[in-house]
């Protein structure tokens, strides 16, 4: 069948022309000497990582902050890890905080957005690059391809990595089979209802850097779909002309299974029917259903004929408010 490739839209042309960057355009040292007095935190959210959280901050404090001093700040937000996340961490060099201290006295939410969210209140930075903890062969390049637009162009506010992204599975690779939920949930999202993002090459890329000025202006929502709503406040909050994206090469990383990323993506649902609402485009008196049913082939008999266990999973998502709003609440809060 042959597919009908409508011309790239001039304005997605324009944006990713001049909004486009490659890793290897800036050193560490290039940009440390850029930095002046600003800071820079990397934070990594972690959960359960112990076998990959340590080669990773390992590396950014080597190259990073001991032989180039770029980062001031290598923050990793334990996020209930039941496993030696914490240990192996601290053993290479990060300062270790918890979801749960950081968010102590709030309402306990759950997933990556709401670690996202303690680890920018628990950081300094002026300027905050988020890492994943389940990256394999991980590369300081990562850190400074993202800092390079923020720290060499006062016009940029935020800067999403993007990579080639093989799917490794049990039987082999699947050269760019990775970014599953992206290529069959979040961009055909973004093309229908925020076209001016289309350029970005990996909107729910893990590994993004921004000025705090910026992001503790957003809310952070509380699962995966705050990559989503973060890039959709962003755009509303500053322009597409103040949101950049860098070539980082390839990712390679730890795979949840289909099950899994089915949920993730009842999540970013959820989260664009919310910010569909705020624009008037649904009736937010007709909320959707929060919860997925999913079938898992495990041996048993759920109901007659059914051969499979039925999975119930909450996909619905809160938020963490914007940093400032909270401060600005607590400053008036009743002594
Ligand atoms: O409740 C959570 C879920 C995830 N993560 C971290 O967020 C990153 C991305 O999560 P995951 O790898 O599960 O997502 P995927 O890359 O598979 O989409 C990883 O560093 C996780 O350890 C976290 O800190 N808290
Ligand atoms: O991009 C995707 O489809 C998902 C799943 O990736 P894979 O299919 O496991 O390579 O991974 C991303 O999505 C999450 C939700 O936004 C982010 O939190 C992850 O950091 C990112 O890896």
């Not at 309402?107 to 628990?122: C, E, H, M, T, V």
Request: with cysteine; hydrophobic share 45%; glycine share 10%.
């Amino acid at each position: 069948m042959r597919r009908s490739r409508s011309a790239v839209s001039p304005a997605l042309e324009a944006w990713s022309t001049h909004r486009t960057g490659v890793a290897d355009q800036w050193t560490a040292r290039q940009l440390a000497h850029a930095k002046g007095a600003r800071r820079i935190s990397v934070v990594i959210p972690a959960r359960d990582e112990e076998a990959t959280v340590g080669a990773i901050v390992a590396s950014i404090r080597a190259c990073l902050v001991e032989q180039v001093a770029l980062v001031d700040e290598l923050v990793v937000v334990d996020s209930r890890s039941s496993d030696g996340t914490a240990r192996v961490a601290a053993a290479a060099g990060a300062r270790v905080i918890s979801q749960d201290e950081m968010t102590r006295g709030l309402p306990r939410l759950d997933g990556k957005g709401d670690a996202l969210w303690a680890g920018l209140a628990g950081s300094d930075g002026d300027i905050v690059a988020f890492i994943d903890a389940d990256l394999r062969e991980f590369q300081p390049h990562f850190v400074t391809g993202l800092l390079g637009p923020l720290l060499t162009d006062p016009s940029i506010a935020f800067v999403k990595g993007f990579y080639h992204r093989p799917l490794v599975g049990s039987t082999g690779v699947e050269v760019e089979g990775g970014g599953r939920v992206t290529e069959l949930v979040a961009r055909p999202l973004f093309n229908l209802f925020w076209p001016e993002l289309a350029g970005f090459v990996q909107p729910l890329a893990g590994e993004y850097a921004g000025r705090r000025d910026v992001l503790e202006r957003v809310p952070f929502v509380s699962g995966y779909g705050v990559e989503t709503a973060m890039l959709i406040d962003l755009l509303e909050m500053c322009g597409l002309n103040a949101l950049a994206q860098v070539d980082l090469g390839e990712r390679l990383h730890r795979h949840q299974d289909t099950e899994a990323l089915g949920r993730m993506s009842g999540q970013i649902l959820h989260t664009v029917w919310q910010r569909l609402c705020r624009r008037g485009l649904v009736d937010e008196t007709e909320p959707p259903a929060n919860l997925l049913v999913q079938f898992r082939r495990d041996g048993t008999t759920a109901l007659p004929n059914l051969d499979r266990e039925i999975v119930v999973s909450d996909v619905s998502v809160r938020e963490r408010p914007p940093l400032v709003e909270l401060r600005e609440s607590l400053r008036g809060a009743p002594v």
